[in-house]
């Protein structure tokens, strides 16, 4: 229920830096939470693979970097590590001052995975300056999103807007069941569901399965969807 800050590194109201995976089931913080890279749960998590459980954050986020209201950044090499979020919650609002803000995860770097968020929900505003989105927002090395829902406003103050993904890039992903009920707005690429696909090599397929966009989707420069 506390106030936890940190003026140069990472931040989170369960764990701030992890680099040896874990399982966090049945966590919940609502603390008002601020720092670097910083999230209501696990701010920074390092080369290993993460099971979030019916994780809950009800405190605001605030952070300089990756910001999210379970987990801030992740990021591996390894072709064996997947990271879970089964039935997380963010309820309260998470900002970020630069890249990276979702209501679920900031940041998901990884290497050629299939990482999966199942009925993980945003009820508050995510703000951010590049890739926002309510669930995730950035998403490298493929993930399978299921009937996972997004309530709150979302804000990019540049690139990459969205009520689930505002950013995939890289890999495969997947969308079953997913659905956005809140206003969606950016400069460039905003979605109903996902802001911005990128496949550089031009050999990945994303699908989308009874997805729904119920909200408002604006972009001032180019690109809405």
């Not at 749960?41 to 019916?54: K, M, P």
């Not at 550089?200 to 989308?208: A, L, N, P, Q, R």
Request: net charge negative; with cysteine.
């Amino acid at each position: 229920y506390g106030k936890v800050t940190s003026n140069s590194s990472y931040a989170g109201g369960i764990v701030a830096f992890s680099e040896g995976g874990g399982n966090f089931t049945d966590n919940y913080n609502s603390g008002e939470i601020r720092g670097t890279v910083t999230a209501g749960i696990l701010g920074y998590n390092e080369d290993d693979a993460i099971d979030f459980t019916e994780s809950v954050n009800s405190g605001l986020v605030c952070g300089t970097k990756q910001s999210g209201g379970i987990l801030g950044y992740t990021g591996t090499r390894s072709n064996d590590k997947k990271y879970i979020f089964d039935k997380c919650e963010n309820n309260a609002e998470v900002i970020s001052q630069g890249s990276y803000a979702g209501g679920i995860v900031g940041e998901l770097s990884t290497d050629n995975l299939e990482h999966s968020f199942v009925g993980c929900k945003n009820t508050a505003p995510v703000t951010g300056d590049i890739s926002t989105g309510g669930i995730c927002g950035k998403n490298e090395g493929g993930a399978n999103f299921t009937d996972c829902v997004n309530t709150g406003a979302i804000i990019s103050k540049r690139t990459c807007a969205a009520g689930i993904c505002a950013y995939c890039v890289d890999d495969s992903s997947k969308f079953t069941n997913c659905v956005n009920e809140a206003d969606i707005s950016g400069v460039q690429s905003s979605g109903g569901i996902v802001g911005e696909l990128g496949d550089k090599d031009h050999d990945k397929v994303f699908t989308f399965v009874k997805c729904e966009n119920k909200g408002k989707v604006t972009a001032t420069e180019l690109n809405a969807g």
